[in-house]
Each structure stands twice: as structure tokens, then as C-alpha cells.
């Protein structure tokens, strides 16, 4: 992230950042900021990507790629909370919380997977 962050402070016109909790909440909006930024018209299909046949590369070889091929979904925002355990959690909390706090979310366990409102901190 630091290095991606890095490039686009160098290059605003050629970065745009885009959270995940936002395009499963609100994708069409998500979708016309990202297509504005690429100069492209907003197209339909690009809400229903997954009714579209595809090819897409090495995706069929890996399972762990199908998800591309499902629809925007939010069951996954948050999941981490169901996989890691507490220590894993303060571990990770540990290892990562200047990242999260950088990229504006809450630190700790029982927070929302939502981004810290401007001017709070972890």
C-alpha cells in the first residue's frame, strides 16, 4: 500500500483508490467514480459482470478465483472476524494497525469493517 500510495501521490492522475466496503455498498457509484477516472462511460453490464461469458484468463484453472465470476457480494467484508482468533487478531492488530490507521480503519476486533470517520485515530 505504502508503495502504491507512494506512486499516486507522485502520479494523482494515473491512482484511484478504491475500497472494497464501498463498491458491495454502493456499487453503482463506485463503478462511475472508477469509470470518470478511466474516461469511459458507465456501462451496464458492468453491474452484471457475472451474467457476462467471459474469458478470463488463468481463472478457470484456480478455484480460488471463481469468486470473480459471482456477483458483488458483502459476506466477505468482516469475514476475518469468523477465521482469526483473538490472538491472531491482536497479532495482526499489532503488526498492521499503522496500516489500517493510514488507510482509515478501525484497529480493533469488535469495530466495523467501515473506515474511520476523518480526524479519528485507532
Do not use: C, K
Not at 453503482?28 to 452484471?48: C, H, I, K, P, Y
Not at 467484508?77 to 487478531?89: F, Y
Not at 491482536?90 to 466495523?112: I, K
Amino acid at each position: 500500500m505504502r508503495s502504491a500510495r507512494a506512486f499516486g501521490a507522485r502520479h494523482p492522475a494515473q491512482y484511484l483508490e478504491i475500497r472494497y466496503e464501498d463498491l458491495v455498498r454502493e456499487p453503482r457509484a463506485t463503478l462511475q467514480s472508477t469509470a470518470t477516472f478511466l474516461n469511459v462511460g458507465l456501462d451496464e453490464r458492468m453491474l452484471r459482470h457475472h451474467e457476462l461469458d467471459l474469458r478470463l484468463g488463468d481463472v478457470d484453472r484456480y478455484p480460488s478465483l471463481q469468486g470473480v465470476r459471482q456477483p458483488v457480494y458483502r459476506t466477505s467484508v468482516g469475514l476475518w472476524r469468523t477465521m482469526l482468533d483473538a490472538a491472531q487478531i491482536a497479532q495482526l492488530e499489532r503488526l498492521l494497525g499503522p496500516t489500517l490507521a493510514t488507510l482509515g480503519y478501525h484497529a480493533d476486533a469488535a469495530a466495523s469493517a467501515a473506515p474511520v470517520p476523518a480526524g479519528r485515530s485507532l
